[in-house]
């Protein structure tokens, strides 16, 4: 996380706890699309993820005078929505709906997706949209921890340093939870791909 | 290259950011975090909401700061003992005051004066209220009248042990 944007947060951390409610605002202007992929990317339902994330900010607001800026307001934030998704997911056991299938249309002229359906790949002989179904299925049979580490790393970018600050887990952890679940994919994938109606 | 790589399943993991929520969700979901706040707020018990307040405000004043001055704390100690003792000596303006005085009748009578000049004056540590007993002869007669005021004698306002309003007519 760059310092300037620490610093603008820690500003708008302080105002709140001034009790400037628009400064708060302006921090769940600023998180919620990120928290929402994240949270979206664990939970596989939108329904879930807007109720989820509604509470996570109404948490936060509460707490936020308790925030002492020991870490930085983007790990704290991302510790409470992964948290509160994984007491979530504990509550919810493995009765999901998925809704997972919502590709925003600007994808087509996305660099990666071109590369990735122009290459000599199994992405390109397998239909993309059925491949990306059993990719939403395959997190889906990860454990939620296991999960949470696939998002954060491969679908949110975040270094291993930072997983393991929001996880509280070390970075040894955050590392061999996701070989694993890399494992556990690929395995998902490959029997796709040989048994494609399977 | 048949089989999913780690690369492969980074790149298609990644398409996942695309990945987005019913247009126009972020724009309202500010509108609908308010709303939620409110609905809470309205749910939660007046006396709940009365300490939030409370706590708010003591939160505002910094009581841990203000306690680490010793001298501010003296201070405030000084003031509420030197107020507090000034409230207890202070009589209250107007209150009765008990004369142990032979009433005009030369019945034995229990009389409040009204606060005058020389109300200070009179001003006693002995118990305002004397104990005494009842005697049953300083009961007023029901044909006595309960005029008791005269040129010479500053008004006084008799506790009768019967009150006027309960006397009988006789009156047939």
Redesign the interface.
Known sequence: MDKPRASEDQELVARTQAGDATAFDQLVVKYTPRLYGLVYNMTSNHEDTNDLLQDVFSKAYKAIRGFRGKSSFYTWIHSIAVNMTLNFLKKRGRRYQMSLDDVDVSIQNDKEFLEATATSSPVREADLSELQKRLNEAMMKLSDEHRAVVTMFHIQGMPHAEISKILRVSEGTVRSRLFYANRQLQSYLDEFRKNPVS | ??????N???????????????PG??EN??H??HR??RD?LLRQPLWRICLDRAHDFM??LNLPAVTSHPAAVAAVLVCAAVISLKVYRTPAPGGPVAEDRPALTGQTRQVFVAPGPSADAEWTLASPVATRFFNASSLRHPTESAFTHTSAMPPRYVLDSVPVSYETTFKF
């Open positions: 290259m048949d089989e999913f790589n780690d492969e399943i980074a790149k298609l993991l990644r398409l996942k950011r695309y990945e987005q929520p019913p969700y972020f979901f500010l609908e975090f939620r706040q809470e939160v505002g």
